[in-house]
């Protein structure tokens, strides 16, 4: 059979080429791996879903009560044998492909692995993390709960909230004003057609940009292969490796998804006039904590009668500044072109002091999605929030240079 395929389609041919490529080996290379393997068993899973599920708020009978088509689907899928499960897998699966592609991204912007010639590859991880946060989120709305409900609302106001084309926007992504008629289908396209398209596509291009440009050196392969890429072949070694840790990802997943079953939808019951507690997932909680702090009559007055409110600047502007830096970054950080090797943390105290200072200001804005919980004024937050930014930065800096010095001008690595 092998010989038989391979005088039609030059197999052998196919292999020397690509099948035998060398990959680096460094531990912190498979937290992509991870989330390229979240995102396949979130495909997985979200097949059986879509196939029980009923994207509809038509009202029907259950059990002599009158309840959304969508929310009394989500009661069907919980009672078949494994659904519950599979249900958790999914909803575990994408947290753990946000948080998978945050620490890919963060490994990228420490070791300065964003620089020319990569610096497409980063734009493309950042928009891939983008996708990812946005399809989750579109996710929220399915089960049609009270809490699902309450929480794509959120989301329609802050789309809404965009001068010039929030009205637009909103009927766009939530087809009106949330929940109207059309809400559940048009998000349920975006959710399981759409953007998972967009997510494919965006890792085709990531990883074919990867094989080659070739991947980052670990630091130490300088020194040890020179010149070279030191790694093993993607058959069969690198392909039985991952092989391993993707059956050991499922492992985890389930393990975790059937001790915590996630969002138990009787527990809010379907949508009503009451407004539950909301609060968005973790990944989500530092925008709804940047929303919670800053003032509510904050406004900006733009040309022809538009507003900036406080709901766009928390929601967009803020995480837009954010994002901009990320962009921009492989335009101001020039020091190193035709990146080969990791770049050394310690060996970049400013950059990695930079890194620190975000990861700061990430963990103090989500801390202020428990304002209330906590009972902290907004302008302390504030206080809290800038003061451990500057605090992070100055320890971090000043931490490296004290310990390893100032790095050589000549030589960054060396």
Known sequence: ????????????????????????????????????????????????????????????????KDLPAAYASVLYIDSLPFGALLRSVHHWSASIMVAAAFLHL????????YKRPREINWFVGLLLLVMTVGTAFTGYSLPFDAFSATATGIGYGIAGSVPYIGEWLGQVVFGGEFPTYHSIPRVYSLHVLWLPLILMALLAVHMVIMVKQKHTQPAYAKKVAPGRILGVPLMPQQTYMSTILFLLYLAVVFFIAGSYIAHPIEVFGPPTATTPPVKPDWYLTWIYGILLIIPGDLKIHLPFGAVMNSEFIGSMVIPGIVGLVAILLPFLDTRATKMRYMELPTRHPARTAGTFALLAFLITTTMAGWKQELGISAGTFWVIIIGSMIVSYLVVYYGIILIWGRPPKDDPDA
């Not at 963060?106 to 692995?113: C, T, Y």
């Open 106 to 113: 963060l490994r990228i912007l420490i070791s300065g692995a």
């Open 1 to 64: 059979m092998y010989r038989w395929l391979d005088e039609r389609l030059d197999l052998e041919r196919f292999k020397e080429k690509y099948l035998t490529k060398a990959f680096a080996v460094h531990h912190s290379y498979f937290i992509g791996e991870i989330a390229l393997f979240a995102f396949v068993t979130l495909v997985i899973t979200g097949i059986f879903l879509t196939l029980n599920f009923e994207p509809s708020t038509r009202l029907v009978k259950v059990a002599g």
